[in-house]
């Protein structure tokens, strides 16, 4: 995974990466309960962008990471991110069918099934986390804190419920933004730290750069979310398209348009790149992810 090899070369190994640590990592299906066990893997295994984990590994090839060290740690950020889906996608939430181009756990399972693996998945993270015993005590602990922050109620929970609480309202912008730093924003922020934390220690300064990168993709991941949900189909996306929309939920398509979303989304990209001015070529991957999530198509 050398700077040189091309940027799609480097996905894909990235992305097998993860994929075995979570196969390695995740309780087998002939393990008891079984049930709970298939579902979990159902639900993590075989699927999905890794976005996350692609941030993981980006900045931790920054800071001169361990690879093992960051299988854990994208392992983890994606386990905290499929719970999240899970329960997204359950009756008492969204209720949707479709996610990633096959049933949502509650309709593959049952709606119990689809609690008990979220609440798994979150739980198996910071277990998945905890036992990497190559880094410094302290580096481990700062670690699990900022996954344990990306994920409660001042971070994933707290703008899930925000959102939840937005039906039929007129937000500001503002407000629309603070809602997706947190629902969408803080996991996404989590993984650039997570990959650096990683590595070498990371000064000040470092962390002022990483955190304007951070939100900046946050942001933009959002607002592309909004326009493709605008714009694509069902099947184009993998899960259901429009439906944030048709429930009265505020987007950005809907308080801007759908030509001023794209320029800001475009306008995030730049930010992300400017905010790694500081890292030189090194920091390439992160700027390509940046190019990556704007760009996407689904």
Excluded at 24 to 40: G, I, N, S, T
Excluded at 54 to 62: K, S, T
Excluded at 213 to 229: K, P
Excluded at 245 to 258: D, E, H, M, Q, R
Aim: a negative charge.
């Amino acid at each position: 995974m050398t700077l040189y090899a091309s940027f799609e070369g480097w996905m894909q190994t990235v992305q097998v990466h993860v994929e075995d640590a979570l196969g390695e990592f995740l309780p087998q299906p002939d393990v008891a309960p079984a049930k709970l066990h298939e579902a979990m893997r159902y639900t993590v295994l075989g699927g999905g962008k890794r976005v996350r984990p692609l941030l993981v590994f980006a900045a931790g090839g920054l800071f001169g990471a361990e690879t093992d060290v960051l299988k854990r740690a994208a392992a983890a950020v994606e386990m905290i991110h499929a719970y999240s889906l899970v329960h997204d996608d359950m009756p008492c939430m969204d209720d949707d069918a479709l996610r990633r181009g096959k049933p949502t756990v509650h309709v593959a399972y049952d709606e119990a099934t689809a609690l008990l693996v979220g609440d798994a998945l979150q739980a198996q993270a910071f277990d998945v986390l905890s036992r990497d015993y190559s880094l410094p005590p302290g580096r481990l602990v700062s670690m699990l804190r900022v996954l344990a922050g990306a994920s409660g109620s001042l971070g994933m929970c707290g703008g899930q419920a925000i959102d939840l609480d937005s039906v039929g309202l007129a937000l500001t912008i503002e407000q629309l933004e603070r809602m997706h730093q947190l629902k969408t924003g803080a996991l996404l922020r989590a993984s650039v730290m997570l990959g650096a934390l990683a590595g070498r220690e990371v000064t000040a300064d470092e962390r002022v750069a990483l955190h304007a990168y951070a939100n900046a993709i946050g942001l933009a991941f959002q607002v592309v979310d909004d326009v493709l949900d605008a714009t694509a189909d069902s099947a184009t996306l993998g899960k259901t398209a429009g439906k944030d929309a048709a429930n009265g939920k505020p987007t950005y398509v809907s308080i801007l348009g759908l030509e001023e979303s794209q320029q800001l989304a475009e306008k995030l990209r730049r930010e992300a790149h400017e905010a790694l001015a500081p890292f030189g070529e090194g920091a390439q991957r992160l700027r390509q992810l940046a190019d990556l999530i704007v760009q996407r198509k689904a």
